[in-house]
């Protein structure tokens, strides 16, 4: 397409500029009919390619894109034209079933028990001890700009300790949340030397993970 159009571009300047010779315009219509005729092709291929990349996994999005082309509501013209000129269709045929086909209706009401919840036993689970995948995640959510305990640990320490050290953090984790005992999480600038000034942690268990990792080994 560069090709022909850098050809029609020097048959033009040459028609303007030589005389406008008959010689040089049909030269130009021929090489101006090429282009049009090769964008044609290049365009359907295009069509059909775009047909053909749709799945079961295909966006919301692109499908509204298409829908919206095929109804002439884009700022790309000729989309229905030309469907309309290979098909022989009508066009309220043809967007009723470019409707159906991309808007599909339900075939029929789902039955009323799958939106009944289902009560959830999870108290075996709550009791459960915590493990290595819920410490790393953990050790991630740490409060970075913490201040580290009286023994200097940091949470960078935390992130880099050895698989063997990680395993005792685990298991004194595990220790004092089976023993149901933790020191009172305390506000940045007070004592948690009482249970009034400390605070509740999180039910996550991530992020209570969070907090014992940090608190347990730097106090």
């Not at 996550?204 to 940090?214: D, G, H, P, Q």
């Amino acid at each position: 397409m560069m090709n022909l159009s850098n050809v029609r571009d020097d048959l033009q300047e040459r028609y303007r500029t030589e005389g406008r010779t008959y010689v040089d315009l049909v030269r130009l219509r021929h090489q101006t009919a090429n282009i049009k005729k090769y964008a044609k092709l290049f365009a359907r291929k295009r069509w059909e390619e775009h047909c053909y990349s749709f799945s079961s996994h295909t966006w919301s999005r692109k499908l509204w894109s298409t829908l919206r082309s095929l109804a002439g509501r884009t700022k790309l013209q000729g989309t229905v034209d030309m469907a309309l000129l290979r098909t022989g269709q009508s066009r309220e045929f043809f967007e009723r079933e470019a409707a159906r086909i991309f808007l599909p209706p339900t075939p029929s009401q789902p039955p009323p028990y799958i939106y009944a919840l289902e009560p959830v036993d999870d108290s075996e689970q709550i009791e459960m001890p915590f493990t290595s995948a819920e410490l790393t995640v953990a050790l991630e959510q740490i409060n970075v700009s913490s201040t580290p305990g009286k023994d200097g640990v940091s949470w960078f320490m935390l992130r880099n300790l050895p698989v063997a050290q990680k395993k005792e953090l685990l298991q004194a984790l595990n220790d004092i949340w089976m023993d149901q005992w933790r020191r009172p999480f305390s506000p940045q600038g007070r004592c948690c030397g009482t249970h009034s000034q400390g605070r509740q942690g999180s039910f996550s268990r991530c992020k209570f993970t969070s907090n014992l990792a940090y608190v347990y080994p730097c106090n």
